[in-house]
């Protein structure tokens, strides 16, 4: 079965820090550009982050960039977003998406979507 599994999300005060990581189960990562995206409650889906096959190009959105890291380790086929400084309104289901092209990733097109991992920042 094809898929991405993200994990790491969990319950963090503002100022703390998480790392998610997203697992490919049933192929390899190599081809792919990842996203990683997000969706609070009552919100459509966002962008947060993306990072090229080759893991040489990266893009943030503003409002994560300077907090936010994208990684991937393509020999694990795993994608890791390191999220520091996190703040109340970061609180969101995050996902991870597999595309062979970053235009599908701007366009909500992946090939893939993970399930989920829940982020919550509150004091």
């Known amino acids: 079965q094809l898929q991405l599994v993200e994990s790491g999300g969990g319950l963090v005060q503002p100022g703390g820090s998480l790392r998610l990581t997203c697992v490919a189960s049933g192929f390899t990562l190599d081809d792919y550009a990842i996203g990683w995206f997000r969706q609070a409650p009552g919100k459509e889906r966002e962008g947060v982050s993306c990072?090229?096959?080759?893991?040489?190009?990266?893009y943030y959105e503003d409002v994560v960039k300077g907090r936010f890291a994208i990684s991937r380790d393509n020999a694990q086929s795993t994608v890791y977003l390191q999220m520091n400084n996190l703040k109340p309104e970061d609180t969101a289901v995050y996902y991870c998406?597999?595309?062979?092209?970053?235009?599908?990733?701007?366009?909500?097109?992946?090939?893939?979507w993970g399930q989920g991992t829940q982020v919550t920042v509150s004091s």
């Open positions: 990072i090229s096959s080759g893991g040489s190009g990266t």
């Open positions: 998406a597999a595309a062979k092209l970053l235009m599908k990733l701007s366009a909500y097109q992946p090939e893939y």
